[in-house]
């Protein structure tokens, strides 16, 4: 069965450092992977994707996500975090053949000036 | 371009009453659509998805219930809320197999 876990349920960081969030996958196969962000109360936006090819995504805002294969895990990066990025993350496996998304309980980020 | 319209934006129902929230997609034809729930500080829970007008797909037994009248039309019910039910319904449309792309959400609380 699918599952996608997010270690980290809350992260602090400072406007203009660095983000890593972190997202693990337990599949049988090379997954479809997903990171979405949602800002209070409002639905959720891809932020990128990652279907085959390049293991390196960009996606909008600035942000991208490495897929590593032997560590099961889809990271998402950001090299200067701004303040405007404060909002809940998603990482998101797509379940085969049942056009099903699994998402991990998120990860919330707060900016500090 | 593809727009996805959820209404209401927030409904406060006592327990016991019915719940009727109505999803649209505009711009495609015969997406795939998806219901699901997010409870405070938890992830998504896909409740329902349907492939097609009439086909629903239940992922989790609970107290509601999905319909897909028309094809860009996504309704969620139940004839009786419980305190339970309350969350945010998300609905999300897709151009099969591919990546889903979510409305801005109904807020439902049961009192």
């Known amino acids: 069965a699918q599952s996608v876990t997010q270690p980290d349920i809350h992260i602090t960081v400072s406007e203009g450092a660095s983000l890593e969030l972190r997202c693990n996958y337990s599949y049988g196969a090379t997954p479809y992977l997903f990171w979405y962000v949602q800002s209070p109360g409002q639905g959720l936006q891809l932020l990128l994707k990652y279907f085959s090819g390049d293991t390196l995504v960009q996606g909008i805002k600035g942000f991208e996500a490495e897929f590593k294969r032997s560590q099961s895990s889809f990271n998402l990066r950001k090299p200067s975090v701004h303040w405007s990025d404060a909002a809940e993350y998603f990482c998101a496996v797509e379940k085969t053949g049942a056009n099903n998304l699994f998402f991990g309980t998120g990860t919330r980020l707060t900016v500090i000036p | 371009s593809q727009t996805i319209h959820q209404w209401p934006a927030t409904l406060v129902q006592p327990v016991g009453s019915p719940l009727s929230l109505e999803c649209t997609v505009e711009?495609?034809?015969?997406?795939?659509l998806y219901w699901y729930r997010q409870a405070a500080g938890r992830g998504l829970q896909l409740l329902f998805y349907s492939v097609g007008i009439g086909q629903i797909s239940s992922e989790v037994p609970q107290n509601l219930s999905a319909s897909r009248p028309q094809d860009r039309q996504f309704i969620l019910s139940s004839k009786k809320l419980l305190l339970s039910d309350s969350g945010f319904y998300l609905c999300?449309?897709?151009?099969?197999?591919?990546?889903?792309?979510f409305g801005p959400g109904t807020r439902l609380l049961v009192l």
């Open positions: 999300a449309w897709s151009p099969h197999r591919e990546t889903q792309y």
């Open positions: 711009g495609t034809s015969n997406p795939n």
